[in-house]
């Protein structure tokens, strides 16, 4: 903060104490670069891990895949496979519309 003015954090910055579950496996990740305004940082789970990557392996590996997303030629907020899933989810949505079967109601289908 030199002459008391702020900045955004620039790309790739994690932040993965102080403001994370300690017992998580969580970080923030900082993606974009902020032309106007102030960036915002995506918070990232993993939830099951068959890696066994350390965590700042994994937070590279996150920030790398926020470049892969095609329609876009810098980064995007989210590692580019969550956004495809996304976009997938909500083009199943969108489109299947059939009628459920009822012997699947009590499994994991319909979740």
């Known amino acids: ?6 900045s955004n954090p620039l790309p790739g910055t994690v932040i ?3 403001v994370t579950r300690p017992m998580s496996y969580d970080f923030f ?7 106007l305004g102030t960036v915002s940082s995506t918070l990232c789970n993993i939830l099951y891990d068959m890696t066994g990557l350390k965590l700042d392996h994994m937070q590279r590996v996150a920030y790398k895949l926020t470049h892969l997303y095609f329609n876009w030629p ?4 989210v590692p580019a496979p969550c956004h495809y ?3 997938l989810a909500f083009l199943a949505s969108q489109s299947l519309h059939d009628e459920h079967i009822e012997r699947l109601n009590d499994t994991l289908f319909y979740l």
Do not use: K, Y
Request: charge should be neutral; hydrophobic fraction near 30%.
């Open 16 to 18: 993965d104490s102080e």
């Open 1 to 6: 903060m030199p002459n008391g003015t702020f």
């Open 29 to 35: 990740l900082v993606s974009q670069s902020g032309r």
């Open 74 to 77: 810098g980064t995007i907020r």
């Open 85 to 87: 899933a996304h976009m």
